[in-house]
C-alpha cells in the first residue's frame, strides 16, 4: 500500500505559474503508473495527467496540453505537476493517484487533494 501527500498548492493570479509535489511513502513508488486529476466545485473529477511508471510515456488532457508538464523522480518517490499560463477555469482542487496492474484488476491509491485557485 501507498500513501500520497500533495502539496504546492495555492492562489494564483491568471497567466501565472505552480509546481505541485505529490510524495508517496510506505511501497516502492516505482512499481507505480501516476496521474493527477483534479475537481473543480460542482463537477466530477477529471484526468489531467499520467505519467507510466518508467516516466516513458505521458498524457494529458486537452485543456492543459502545452501549459502543464508531469513528472517524476523515483529516486525521490515524488510526481510532480508543473502548472504554466494558468487560468481562472484550472482552479480545482487536485489530486494525486498511483495505480498498478494486480492479477489483471486495477489497483489504486489517492491522496487527500491540494487546493489551486486561480484569480486576480
Known amino acids: 500500500q501507498v500513501q500520497l501527500v500533495e502539496s504546492g498548492g495555492g492562489l494564483v493570479q491568471p497567466g501565472g505559474s505552480l509546481r505541485l509535489s505529490c510524495a508517496a511513502s510506505?511501497?516502492?513508488?516505482?512499481?507505480?503508473?501516476m496521474s493527477w486529476y483534479r475537481q473543480a466545485p460542482g463537477k466530477e473529477r477529471e484526468l489531467v495527467a499520467r505519467?507510466?511508471?518508467?516516466?516513458?510515456?505521458?498524457n494529458y488532457a486537452d485543456s492543459v496540453k502545452g501549459r502543464f508538464t508531469i513528472s517524476r523522480d523515483n529516486a525521490k518517490s515524488t510526481v510532480y505537476l508543473q502548472m504554466s499560463s494558468l487560468k481562472p477555469e484550472d482552479t480545482a482542487v487536485y489530486y494525486c493517484?498511483?495505480?498498478?496492474?494486480?492479477?489483471?484488476?486495477?489497483?489504486?491509491?489517492w491522496g487527500q487533494g491540494t487546493q489551486v485557485t486561480v484569480s486576480s
Open positions: 510506505g511501497s516502492t513508488f516505482s512499481r507505480y503508473a
Open positions: 505519467i507510466t511508471s518508467t516516466g516513458s510515456s505521458t
Open positions: 493517484r498511483a495505480d498498478e496492474l494486480v492479477l489483471l484488476r486495477v489497483v489504486d491509491y
